[in-house]
């Protein structure tokens, strides 16, 4: 689904109406799930790297935490990097593996060595650069201390979520 197709909006209104039925207390747990639906309205696979990403700087920015409060600087550091790491391993494998091996394969071409296999047949996941670089922003401001840690897994969830596309 898209914002500008018919489909969403007949969505968007629904999403909207139920939201204000829905009590305060879990209207975020709505929005999390019409977020994640939207998401999946496109591939819903794709939606587990959604998870994934959320995951993966929900625990790290817990543990950036807990170091802070430890004074431990150094492991601190070490968390935000594997942070880093993992998410923009995602990105490269969907964005960029075919073209660093279509390069590679030039390379060797021209030194007259044997061809590396052909890369992945992979749909490129959308918003994926969007919802990675937002996991990660929220990770460094959480090392920089510039904003508090969301404890509650599935606020942070919806942050990353929300209407993702």
């Known amino acids: 689904m898209l914002f500008n197709s ?19 207390k879990i209207r975020y747990l709505w929005l999390l799930a019409a977020s994640y639906f939207f998401y999946m309205c496109w591939n819903a696979k794709y939606a587990l790297l959604l998870l994934y990403s959320t995951a993966i700087t929900y ?13 431990q600087s150094d492991k601190k ?4 990097g594997l942070s880093f790491a993992l998410n923009l391993s995602v990105l490269f ?7 660093a091996i279509d390069n590679i394969n030039v390379i060797l071409t021209k030194c007259n060595l044997e061809l590396l296999t052909p890369g992945f047949d992979l749909l490129l996941p959308v918003g994926i ?18 904003i508090y840690v969301e404890r509650n897994f599935l606020k942070y969830a ?3 979520s929300f209407f993702q596309s």
């Open 59 to 71: 625990f790290s920015r817990l543990l950036i935490d807990q170091c802070d409060k430890n004074n």
């Open 129 to 146: 650069s969007f919802y990675i670089f937002q996991a990660l922003s929220y990770t460094m401001d959480v090392y920089r201390k510039e």
């Open 6 to 24: 018919i489909n969403f909006l007949f969505y968007f209104p629904i999403v909207v109406l139920l939201y204000f039925v829905v009590p305060k």
């Open 77 to 80: 550091k070490i968390f935000v």
């Open 158 to 160: 919806l942050f990353v």
């Open 93 to 99: 494998l969907f964005k960029y593996f075919d073209f």
